[in-house]
């Protein structure tokens, strides 16, 4: 099985000078992932986002680490991985352009270190709105479920495409960035299931394995209402804005390209869809 991904922000390294207690930001691009391995155990992981490499890959136990904010240090964009069983400490800063979701990305880590089942609740297209109190979840599966899955059928990637299109082909430039929050919801998703029933035998096998069979459209409207659902969708956007999906999109039949953010994404499955009407039509 592979890792799955929890969160991920835009963050790079800090070093301590040494004797001293002054740190310094390297400027190495790169992203702070948290996920759960292939051995079940929780992954602090920072990955240079120039190389795509994996630089450190810390394995956490609950309730072992904070990540905690540096008062002291000038840009207040400067945090501290530290250990409550140990004097060993990981120094980070803030990336992102903005500083609008600093307080957003480090709460959500934090709940997660406490608790690595909890899924992170994310505020909708980084607005104001809240979604409520992060809840937990035994289906660890669930994040697969905001992803198409790999056999979905050229007519039905065409759906996808004409959703996408009419949320988003009038977009302004400047209107609000698209997030996929917007996109994959009940309003939107149970009308193709409507439309088209087969889309609903074709999700089951990317679903959790224990719900109820046969497929229905009931039991995917509930999935899609649920607050996992939503938990999902939101960490598979934020995921798609530190750009390192590459590996991801690939095994659903786009281009690594399509891991570089979300407008990325849904372009590519625009594409994807054009393809197989070309295909049909030909």
Known sequence: MASATILAFKAGRAFRREGTNFVDHSPEKGAIILQKGEDELLHFVWKNRSTNDAEEDLILFPGDASF??????????????????????????????????????????????????????????????????????QAGSSSQSAAAPSGTTPEQLAQIRSLVQSMSGNTAQNEPELSLTDILTPETLLPLFRSHPDLVSSLFPHLPPDLPTPPSQETLQQIISSPQFRGAVRNLDQALRTGLLGGLVRGLGLPEEAGTGVEAFLRAIQEQAGRGDRMETD
């Open 68 to 137: 905690v904010k540096i008062p002291q240090v000038t840009g207040g964009r400067s945090y501290v991985l530290k250990f409550s069983s140990s004097n060993q400490r990981h120094f980070f800063w803030m990336q992102d352009a903005s500083t609008a979701r600093d307080d957003e990305f480090v709460k959500n880590l934090n709940l997660v270190l406490e608790d690595p089942d909890r899924i992170p609740v994310w505020q909708a297209g980084g607005a104001g709105s809240s979604q409520g109190q992060a809840s937990t979840s």
